[in-house]
């Protein structure tokens, strides 16, 4: 498997309150990217970062800021986190290789729910 | 921007007995796909990918998918299902023009019955 872990793997946390959610990886890979997984809508990417203080928004990024200060860790904060907010989170990461795309590797998820 | 369609949103198999997943992405130009599966409570974790070459692509568990460029199709197939393949399954879709970004459809739920 590869080296991801988020934290914490579940969480409760009232409405107005912020929150942040960890990615760590040790795997040296240059992508990583934060998902929110709802019944009926798959996988939706919030934020990617292609490499160090580089970030950029996804799909459904409103209400979602994010940071890469240094190559293994990638943060998601929800700065006033709202009940639409509830949901499963995963990270993922990936590498461009010359010539071929590689696959993205998942993190193991972290449930939030906002209450 | 890419779309996948995944067809079919739960699928009911009996054990032994074959199953396809349905899946359609919006343009073949430059496309890299990919199926995941999700077990409850769990990642997703890679089941197999398409890059080039071959149109026919094994993957894990005895799963294997075609790419069909011209029905922008890349139907997730077994020939013999098992209890244990009860999961959630994912088309996705990357490509040249995408960066390394990925596009998933909305999922299948493939429940085998004993």
């Known amino acids: 498997d590869a080296g991801i872990t988020q934290s914490p793997r579940h969480k409760v946390t009232e409405t107005g309150t912020p929150v942040t959610l960890r990615c760590h990886q040790t795997e040296n890979h240059r992508y990583m990217y934060w998902y929110r997984q709802d019944p009926g809508h798959g996988l939706r990417l919030i934020h990617y970062?292609?490499?160090?203080?580089?970030?950029d928004k996804g799909e459904v990024s409103d209400g979602y800021s994010v940071s890469r200060s240094k190559t293994e860790d990638f943060l998601l904060t929800l700065e006033s986190a709202t009940s639409s907010q509830t949901s499963v989170y995963f990270c993922?990461?990936?590498?461009?290789?010359?010539?071929?795309?590689?696959?993205?590797?998942f993190g193991p998820g972290t449930r939030l729910t906002v209450l | 921007a890419q779309s996948v369609t995944q067809l079919d949103s739960q699928v009911p198999v009996f054990e032994e007995a074959p199953v396809e997943l349905r899946c359609n992405y919006s343009s073949s130009v430059s496309v890299y796909l990919f199926w995941y599966v999700q077990y409850p409570n769990q990642g997703l974790q890679l089941l197999l990918k398409?890059?080039?070459?071959?149109?026919l692509v094994k993957g894990i568990n005895g799963f294997e998918a075609e790419f069909n460029k011209s029905q922008i199709s890349f139907h997730l197939r077994k020939p013999s299902v098992h209890i244990s393949d009860t999961a959630e399954y994912f088309c996705a879709v990357s490509g040249r023009n995408t960066g390394n970004q990925f596009y998933f459809g909305t999922g299948t739920s493939l429940t085998v019955i004993p």
């Open positions: 970062s292609y490499g160090v203080k580089d970030t």
């Open positions: 398409y890059l080039s070459g071959s149109t």
């Open positions: 993922a990461i990936s590498d461009r290789r010359e010539g071929s795309y590689n696959e993205q590797f």
